[in-house]
């Protein structure tokens, strides 16, 4: 069946550093993902999102790469800050959204 | 704009209580969708509405039952719920469901009701 998963539940960063989160799937015909961001006491906000006939794009401070040879998908974000703390979650987007599990980004002052 | 609203915020309700959540979104979006979702656990689609018809219902018992009066707003009607369905119920839009394919279809999600059955 269909599932999108996140390789760590919790990543942990020094402000300023970059952040890479990683997500695998497994259905070879997927075609548009989407990543949201998730904070405390909020709905998932959109971040960006990739069509599978490109490999990178590139939004503000973050970059979302495509690999399709192993079905992985990763979120870069660049000079992270301590309000980019929040949970992650790529989805497949199939009319429904199929969401990985999720990773909690922590941001060290 | 890409705001969606979802009153109200919280809600605390007994087993036997009838209550409803309400969604409104006024982004001319034709398909609204009801996620449900446990604590540190991913969003689970529940019913998904495209031009105001139910076009999806996740095998979601019938104590939740869906409406959509028009095409801005979107309710939730709760009755004898257990107390395993206290969840943070997201509500989210976009622009086309039918033509998702098509369509750069991003869904907007609002902050949600934080339920709680006692």
């Known amino acids: 069946g269909e599932s999108v998963g996140l390789h760590l539940p919790t990543l942990s960063v020094q402000e300023g550093d970059n952040s890479i989160i990683n997500c695998a799937y497994s259905?070879?015909?997927?075609?548009?993902f989407i990543w949201y961001k998730q904070e405390s006491g909020k709905g998932p906000q959109f971040i960006i999102d990739?069509?599978?006939?490109?490999d990178k794009r590139q939004g503000q401070r973050v970059t979302v790469l495509l690999n399709k040879t192993v079905k992985h998908l990763s979120l870069q974000i660049a000079a992270t800050q301590p309000g980019d703390s929040a949970v992650y979650f790529c989805?497949?987007?199939?009319?429904?959204?199929?969401f990985g599990q999720g990773t909690t980004l922590q941001v060290k002052p | 704009d890409t705001e969606v609203t979802q009153t109200p915020k919280h809600l605390v309700m007994g087993m036997t209580n009838k209550k409803s959540l309400k969604c409104e979104q006024h982004?001319?979006?034709?398909?609204m969708y009801w996620y449900k979702q446990k604590a540190k656990k991913p969003p689970e689609l529940m019913f998904v509405?495209?031009?105001?018809?139910?076009?999806i219902n996740e095998s979601v018992p019938s104590r939740f039952s869906p409406e959509c009066p028009n095409s801005s707003l979107l309710n939730l009607h709760l009755h004898a719920l257990q107390p395993e369905d206290s969840a943070l119920y997201l509500c989210?839009?976009?622009?086309?469901?039918?033509?998702?394919?098509?369509?750069?279809?991003?869904?907007?999600f609002g902050a949600g009701t934080r339920l709680s059955v006692l």
């Open positions: 259905n070879s015909a997927s075609d548009y």
């Open positions: 989210a839009s976009s622009q086309d469901w039918a033509n998702w394919g098509l369509a750069k279809n991003i869904q907007y």
């Open positions: 990739i069509r599978s006939n490109m």
């Open positions: 509405y495209s031009y105001e018809k139910l076009s």
């Open positions: 989805a497949e987007n199939t009319g429904k959204l199929i």
């Open positions: 982004m001319g979006h034709r398909a």
